[in-house]
């Protein structure tokens, strides 16, 4: 329980239970804003570890938006070593916020308009990994979407 108090009261930290950079430079850093939204970076982050295990994945949940502001801006900001120590100064950065959309709308609805499942995330930690573009092949594909599936992305006209 002091750990959570500790997480909330920082606003922000990472999780290395989830993460797999065992605290060295990562190859992307999963970003989750929110419960629902970090529950899908924690599926993405576990796709991750499955499919590429050389990749160094760093989980990082953020309780309060306004640390992402810089520390002049706004009291709870970080200052730049603190915000670079938790998200890199030069790594793919993939946050999954809900958002703020006007007008009456579902958490659900939210989630399924930015495609914010777990398949998403972890496709785009796949696509930002540096081992990729050297060569590097997944175990295994990831699955396709099954054809009813609202977030199948529409074929690509020849």
């Not at 009456?104 to 398949?119: E, G, M, V, Y």
């Not at 990994?129 to 020849?158: S, V, W």
Request: hydrophobic letters at 35%; one cysteine or more.
């Amino acid at each position: 329980m002091d750990e959570a108090i500790a997480h909330c009261r920082a606003g922000a930290s990472i999780w290395p239970w989830a993460s797999t950079d065992e605290g060295l430079d990562p190859d992307v850093v999963l970003v989750g804003i929110g419960d629902v939204v970090t529950t899908e970076v924690m599926a993405a982050a576990d796709i991750l570890r499955r499919e590429l295990p050389e990749m160094r994945v760093r989980v990082v949940n953020v309780t309060d938006l306004l640390i992402l502001e810089e520390n002049t801006e706004h009291p709870h900001g970080l200052d730049r070593d603190m915000f670079h120590a938790l998200f890199t100064p030069d790594r793919p950065v993939i946050v999954n916020f809900h958002g703020y959309f006007g007008g009456k709308t579902t958490p659900l609805r939210t989630w399924h308009r930015q495609s914010l499942d777990h398949q998403r995330l972890s496709r785009r930690g796949h696509d930002d990994h540096p081992l990729r573009h050297a060569g590097a092949q997944r175990r295994e594909p990831l699955p396709p979407r099954p054809a009813g599936d609202p977030r199948r992305r529409p074929a690509q006209p020849a």
